[in-house]
C-alpha cells in the first residue's frame, strides 16, 4: 500500500488524516464528489468510479478513453453528469446506464455549473486554438 497517496478523510476540520480506501490506490484519480458521507464518485484515468460506504470499496461504473474526463458533478444521488475532452454524459440512475448527451470533437470542456437538473452552462477551449466556448 502507498501511504502517500489514496482517499483520505478528515473529521476535525483538517487536524489529522486518515486512509480511508487502500484500494484506491489502483487508480489514478483527479476528481472526486460525494453526496453524502457514504454515496460518492471520482474520475480517474480511465472512467467513473462509485462508493456507497464512505470510499472503502470502489467499483467502475462508466469506462471511458484513457484520461479523457475531467469534472464530475453529482445533482441528485441519481443524476450524475460527467464531462472531458469532447463529451457530457448523464446518468438518471445513479450510474448504472450512462447517455453520451454531447459531443463536440473540437472542443475539450473543463468546467460548468448547473442552475437545475437540466440547465447547464460549460466552458472550454477549442483544441488547437486559444479561444473559449461556453455551452449552455
Avoid at 76 to 85: C, K, L
Amino acid at each position: 500500500e502507498n501511504k502517500e497517496r489514496g482517499l483520505f478523510k478528515t473529521t476535525d476540520g483538517g487536524k489529522t488524516w486518515d486512509s480511508v480506501s487502500a484500494k484506491i490506490n489502483d487508480y489514478y484519480i483527479h476528481e472526486i464528489d460525494f453526496m453524502n458521507e457514504s454515496l460518492g464518485w471520482a474520475i480517474e484515468s480511465e472512467g467513473v468510479l462509485k462508493t456507497t460506504d464512505g470510499g472503502k470499496t470502489w467499483y467502475k461504473v462508466l469506462e471511458a478513453d484513457i484520461f479523457s474526463l475531467e469534472k464530475i458533478y453529482a445533482i441528485t444521488e441519481n443524476i450524475i453528469y460527467v464531462v472531458g475532452f469532447n463529451r457530457i454524459y448523464k446518468t438518471a440512475d445513479g450510474g448504472q446506464n450512462w447517455k453520451h448527451i454531447f459531443h463536440n470533437e473540437y472542443s475539450h470542456f473543463n468546467s460548468g455549473c448547473f442552475l437545475s437538473n437540466d440547465s447547464a452552462i460549460f466552458s472550454g477551449y477549442k483544441i488547437n486554438n486559444t479561444y473559449w466556448n461556453i455551452f449552455v
